[in-house]
């Protein structure tokens, strides 16, 4: 299993689109830094002050793993889509499953990779402007490089923050695994998880609107729990409008998780590989 996870690695590690996505993430977290930079000092006076604890600690810190799971949410779908694709239209399915390895275990090699990957992106994407905020702070922004709030409570979110992020992004990973599996077309995998991500949010605060049970349907949402995951507040504060709780939203995710998970596995163990039409 080790050494499959391993050539899954390296096979993602090899794939332009990935290696894109985390280029493409970087350059726009440089694009929201000159852009937060700009207002910062171009603003209206409360404008300004926003953008100022966006830029410096801790609130940098928050906001940069915002940024890495926005933008992580649409890539990685894709990535994992063409990834997984590709197996069924290069016919590599073919060449990995005779050699003996279960398929419950060439599956979950592949989504070992795309977690990795994930973190890579999230880490990547938010080294700029974790890097910057300490230069910023102190050449440009007037402020001190460094103002902790309780300091149990920042180490605390300092750990949790990043596992938070990635978590919040294992939802699209394992959504448009499944559908490139039950579809075998990389297409309609990112067509329905992208139009989930860009959907749902509007959707249940659609339904948050009517009230009554109609309200009540938006805490079964996959990718809008998952996204409550990396936008609860990291140093304490009050959970933003219409977002259900961190505990509620976990909850919903790892179920949501397992069930497609396994699902997807029975799927790839009883379905031949082979490819008729290629999408």
Known sequence: MLQAV???????????????SVLLGIALS????????????????????????????PGAYEQTFLLAGGFGETFLAIVTATFVANEYSWGTWRLILPTGLPRWQALG??????????V???????FV??????????????????????????????????????GSLVAPVVL?????????????AVGITIGLVLTEGVLAALLQGLGGWWAKIPRFFYLWNAEAI??????????????????QAVLVVLCWTLVLATLTVWWFEH?????????
Request: cysteine-free.
């Open 30 to 57: 440089l694009f929201w830094l000159g852009f937060a930079l700009w207002m910062a000092q171009r603003g209206a006076p409360a404008v300004r002050e926003q953008f100022v604890e966006r830029l410096t600690f």
């Open 129 to 166: 402007p974790l890097s910057a905020a300490p230069l910023l702070a102190a050449f440009l922004l007037d402020r001190p490089a460094l103002v902790a709030p309780d300091m149990e409570e920042w180490l605390v979110a300092v750990l949790l923050l990043p596992v938070r992020t990635v």
């Open 230 to 247: 990396a936008r609860t507040p990291a140093f304490g504060g009050a959970v933003p409008p219409g977002m259900p709780p961190l505990g």
């Open 6 to 20: 391993a050539v899954e690695w390296f096979k993602l590690r090899r794939l332009r689109l990935f290696r894109a």
């Open 109 to 118: 090699a592949k989504l070992l990779a795309l977690l990795a990957g994930t």
């Open 271 to 279: 379905r031949d590989i082979e490819v008729r039409s290629s999408s």
């Open 176 to 188: 448009a695994l499944a559908l490139t599996v039950w579809t075998r077309s990389q297409s309609v």
């Open 120 to 126: 890579v992106f999230v880490l990547t994407t938010a």
